[in-house]
């Protein structure tokens, strides 16, 4: 399905009150049942990047289940011998993470602290909702096998093209909700690694700052013909996935998945199921990357992985006429 020319207004005003939203599951595209483009495949995907001549999508499999919710390999540094995950806070924490069919435990970087395994991201004394989760890959199991993850080292434009991925439950019997207009109800999520990465398209719509000063940045799930054309919202376990901006001719992580609500014009707790207009909060991540590279330091991919190369770049923007 190739993308259109353009894009339309973006709404002036973001209401104060966004942020009454329910954590971010499965990411949903506008279809019979919230499938759309067979959107648990990793060749649908590269099919339709190929088809629109934009690169390959080299971090399938850096997406992770990690615990309830979603994680993002980000890479291993090869001074210390330690791998690293991003997630968010907000999701029930883990002790280990599953990698290509190995298990790796979490190295507690606050050990008079036992219920914490990972590093909180803050910038300027504002809690960020990003996790940082670092494990050994000096022992028994192998250093996984997948590509670094590149992350912006740009602040994402209104309008910038951006897939989104996370682990999530796929929609199914979810919760009973008065929003009867919403398509797609939600599954119940789990902690089954089986469960498979999802992906669909978006666009930065906003960026948003809270009242404490964390960023965000927020997508608009728009129906099938619409927006991309193949629009994604993200639904119950995809927090702490990610959002992967096209940024001069390759993917860049932009944002984790943070939070999702129905919209400016209904600003009350009501979220299950998704209907179209809802919103997406991702935190922004360029806005503490430094952060991030402070602790992690120079991440390298596993040496023999091989990062798929890209396609013809052609220039994308949206059209936006709903």
Do not use: C
């Amino acid at each position: 399905m190739p993308f259109t020319d353009g894009h339309r207004a973006l709404r002036a005003l973001l209401m104060s009150s966004l942020l009454m939203t329910g954590s971010a599951s499965a990411i949903i595209v506008g279809g019979s049942s919230g499938d759309g483009t067979n959107n648990a495949s990793e060749a649908g995907l590269q099919a339709i990047l190929q088809n629109n001549a934009l690169p390959a999508f080299p971090y399938f499999g850096n997406m992770l289940r990690y615990s309830d919710a979603s994680g993002i390999y980000l890479g291993y540094n090869s001074n210390t011998m330690e791998g690293w995950v991003l997630s968010a806070e907000h999701i029930t924490e883990g002790t280990g993470i599953k990698i290509g069919g190995y298990t790796y435990s979490f190295i507690d970087p606050q050990p008079s602290d036992s219920n914490v395994n990972g590093t909180r991201i803050v910038s300027s004394s504002v809690n960020t909702d990003l996790m940082l989760y670092k494990f050994s890959v000096t022992g028994s199991n192998p250093i996984p096998a997948l590509p670094k993850v590149d992350i912006i080292d740009s602040a994402p434009s209104i309008g910038s093209l951006l897939i989104m991925a996370g682990r999530g439950m796929r929609s199914g019997a979810g919760t009973v909700s008065e929003d009867v207009t919403a398509p797609y109800s939600w599954g119940t999520p789990g902690t089954s690694d089986t469960v498979p990465m999802r992906w669909g398209f978006n666009q930065v719509e906003f960026n948003h700052t809270d009242a404490a000063g964390a960023k965000y940045f927020i997508t608009d799930f728009d129906a099938p013909g619409l927006g991309t054309g193949i629009d994604g919202q993200a639904a119950l376990g995809d927090s702490g996935g990610g959002a992967f901006i096209y940024d001069q001719g390759s993917w860049k992580l932009g944002g984790v998945a943070y939070a999702v609500s129905d919209g400016p014009l209904d600003v009350d707790t009501l979220y299950n199921p998704t209907g179209f207009g809802d919103y997406t909060l991702y935190t922004n991540v360029f806005t503490y990357r430094s952060e991030i590279i402070s602790l992690t330091g120079t991440l390298v991919p596993e040496p023999s992985s091989i990062i798929l190369g890209g396609f013809g770049v052609l220039a994308v923007t949206m059209r936006r006429r709903r």
